[in-house]
Structure formats: C-alpha cells, structure tokens
C-alpha cells in the first residue's frame, strides 16, 4: 500500500508549485516534523490521500483542527467506498489511531 499511495502522491505533485498552509498552532512537531496542509493546483492535497484511503485521519489536536470536518468527510467516503487501507480488512485499528475525538471536535 504504501509504494502505491508514494505512486499516487508522486502523480500529483510532481514538476508542480506546491503551497504549504500552517495552521494556527504549532509549525512542528515534537519529532520536527512540518503541520501543514500541502495545496496544488487548488487541490487540497491531504484531504486527496486520505479520500483515496492512501491515509488516514491521526493525531489531531487543536488548535490544528481547520480543515477537520473535510478530512473527516474525505475518510467517512474513503471508508464508504473501501478503498486503499479501508479496502484492507483489518488493517486500520480504529481503536488505536491516536485521534482524539474529544480533543478535536
């Protein structure tokens, strides 16, 4: 799945402008990993994974919840259409994807 989803992500950017939108809390996280939210073309990129089930919604927290009700929407229709992981019996533990729903609503 993943050279897959990589394959997928690849055709979207590649030889194109890509933006980064931070939102409003941390730029980083504690592993100095960038928060953003990657646009091309108007595309808003990580809602495009995680509707084509090459992601999933995980370890949101605010106050980088602005763009959640689209990433729940993308997932609820990914899951929906069982594709990518939600194709994949098992393979997402809903249990343990660290979202904290409480936190994030």
């Excluded at 504690?30 to 992601?55: P, Q, T, W």
Aim: aromatic share 12%; proline share 2%; net charge positive.
């Amino acid at each position: 799945m993943g050279k897959e989803a990589s394959s997928f992500l690849k055709k979207q950017l590649e030889g194109k402008s890509v933006t980064f939108v931070y939102d409003r809390g941390p730029k980083e996280d504690k592993y100095r990993r960038k928060l953003a939210y990657v646009f091309c073309d108007g595309i808003h990129i990580n809602e495009l994974m995680v509707k084509s089930g090459y992601g999933i919604i995980a370890y949101i927290s605010r106050p980088n919840t602005t763009f959640l009700s689209e990433m729940k929407e993308a997932e609820n229709e990914a899951k929906e259409s069982k594709v990518g992981v939600w194709s994949i019996k098992g393979f997402v533990d809903e249990k343990n994807r660290h979202y904290n729903r409480n936190d994030a609503d």
